[in-house]
């Protein structure tokens, strides 16, 4: 067998996780994103000034934020379930130490603080838990697609042949619904009148390197005959094929129908496709192709996964308009972003019961049809991320308000309430004077160059895979592997961001 029919075997006919472990691997970047925040207010409080080396910063940023996905993904999958709990102890340790040695509020008691605390007006404007969210989103493709090549991955994180729920599975959902809650139809703005086909020509302008970056794709990978898995998307199709069509889609459908109903729209678009699927050849046909021997002549029968699952994906991006719509609402008190949290907990709840309706009653989970039970499922663990990032904010905040004058990259910047009348309010509502500094983090980095960082990830996974025999390959040299590879992606982001180069 050739290496090439090799690593194909080694991707395909896997059965997926379960919900509860991809449940437990998502706390960790919101744990992750705590202990580098605790870590820096930390540090400015035994020193009394922030840690500012831009050396250091990465130095902290990809040991605390990308390492441990990469150890995580491989020799510590085993144990996955501990590192939450090992990472929330660290957690909750530093901020013990920081509420005990804290310069502001240093002998006023705690219900007064957070009386205090839900008073504070944060920066309008900005959100930092979408910006992190899709920053991860990012991450955490690049460390599984060259993770999986190797054999020290678990076969159950990969993406799954038919039916079940892999964490590779989470990610490409989880690139449509970040694209969704930041799309044009979200983000202009409130009591502007704007010509509706205006969001349309904005998508098919950002659209179109998409297009580019498909027909890229498929030409490089057919002309060095690179291992496919047929069954993800098709022969010919791609990611970038269907991201560049549910953008343009979904905005075609928004010039239609209103953006505020927008979820009303992907129910009846995920509901009416499980209906097609369910009392037609469609889902034979999807499955294994127009002869039932998964036939791959023509150009449908050949590209079915890639063409089929736009529907289901097209549901899942306006479902996450309607997410988007309600996050980017103006918010400034910290007590209204609580009641922001609440209301997504209930929404995940009754999500995660539709879930297992769907799945118990309909269909299991498919993201090769992308059908009704997957988009429930992305859209329910994206939200449960995206709670539990801006629940990591908010703490971050309450820890700012206790050590005077710290600051953090990708961070809420806020005001101290007005009845509180110390001498150094005035240093906390000095924003300005450090923006150049807080800008400079990995976080921003990534956030700037998002689409040059997947595809400069998949360039140097294809790289790898043609000089090296990942399959074969021993635990050390893995490790090694993959740490060089995201260091390099990282580092490359981190010089361009310097640099203010925005591709």
């Not at 939450?84 to 006023?108: E, M």
């Not at 905005?251 to 129910?267: D, E, G, Y």
């Not at 709840?349 to 992305?378: G, K, T």
């Not at 910047?413 to 983090?441: A, G, M, V, Y």
Request: proline share 4%.
């Amino acid at each position: 067998m050739s290496q090439k029919m090799l690593k194909e075997a080694f991707i395909s006919n896997l059965n997926g996780t379960s919900l509860l472990e991809i449940s437990t691997g998502l706390s960790l970047p919101p744990l992750c994103i705590a202990c580098r925040g605790l870590l820096l207010i930390l540090f400015h409080l035994h020193n009394g000034r922030p840690l500012t080396s831009r050396k250091y910063l990465l130095l902290l940023d990809f040991t605390v934020l990308v390492a441990p996905f990469v150890l995580a993904c491989t020799i510590l999958s085993p144990v996955l379930p501990l590192l939450p709990i090992t990472v929330t102890a660290l957690c909750a340790g530093l901020f013990y130490k920081i509420y005990n040695r804290r310069n502001h509020y240093s002998s006023t008691p705690l219900k007064h603080i957070i009386n205090d605390f839900l008073k504070i007006s944060l920066e309008p404007g900005c959100i930092p838990s979408i910006t992190v969210f899709r920053v991860y989103v990012n991450i955490l493709t690049a460390v599984n697609i060259l993770a999986v090549d190797f054999p020290q991955y678990p076969r159950r994180y990969a993406k799954t042949e038919t039916y079940g729920t892999g964490a590779m599975d989470f990610g490409v959902g989880a690139f449509i619904f970040g694209n969704a809650v930041v799309c044009p139809e979200v983000r202009q703005k409130t009591g502007v009148v704007r010509f509706k086909f205006s969001c349309l020509a904005r998508q098919l302008f950002s659209v179109w390197p998409l297009v580019f970056l498909g027909l890229g794709r498929l030409i490089s990978v057919k002309a060095v005959a690179y291992h496919e898995h047929f069954s993800e998307y098709g022969v010919h199709w791609n990611f970038f094929f269907t991201l560049a069509i549910v953008r343009m889609t979904a905005s075609l459908l928004l010039t239609v129908f209103p953006a505020n109903k927008s979820w009303i729209v992907a129910v009846i678009l995920a509901v009416f496709y499980q209906l097609i699927l369910d009392t037609t050849h469609l889902k034979m046909f999807v499955l294994y192709g127009s002869d039932g021997k998964n036939a791959r002549v023509g150009f449908l029968n050949a590209n079915r996964e890639g063409v089929f699952s736009l529907y289901g994906y097209v549901s899942v991006y306006l479902a996450s308009v309607q997410v988007g719509l309600y996050f980017l609402k103006k918010r400034t008190l910290v007590r209204e972003w609580i009641e922001v949290i609440c209301f997504f907990l209930l929404t995940i709840f009754i999500l995660f019961i539709f879930l297992h309706m769907s799945q118990v009653y309909v269909e299991p989970v498919s993201r090769r049809m992308a059908n009704l039970s997957f988009c429930i499922w992305i859209v329910a663990h994206c939200l449960t991320l995206l709670t539990c990032f801006l629940v990591t904010d908010l703490i971050l905040v309450f820890a700012k308000l206790l050590v005077n004058g710290s600051r953090m990259p990708c961070c809420w910047n806020f005001t101290q309430p007005s009845n509180t009348n110390k001498k150094h309010d005035s240093e906390l509502t000095s924003i300005t004077r450090e923006r150049k500094w807080l800008s400079i983090c990995l976080i921003n980095a990534i956030n700037k160059n998002q689409l040059v960082f997947f595809l400069l990830a998949n360039v140097m996974t294809g790289i790898v895979n043609m000089i090296i025999d990942t399959i074969h390959s021993n635990t050390l040299f893995t490790l090694l592997v993959l740490h060089m590879y995201m260091f390099a992606n990282c580092l490359i982001m981190y010089i361009l961001h310097t640099k203010n180069i925005i591709i």
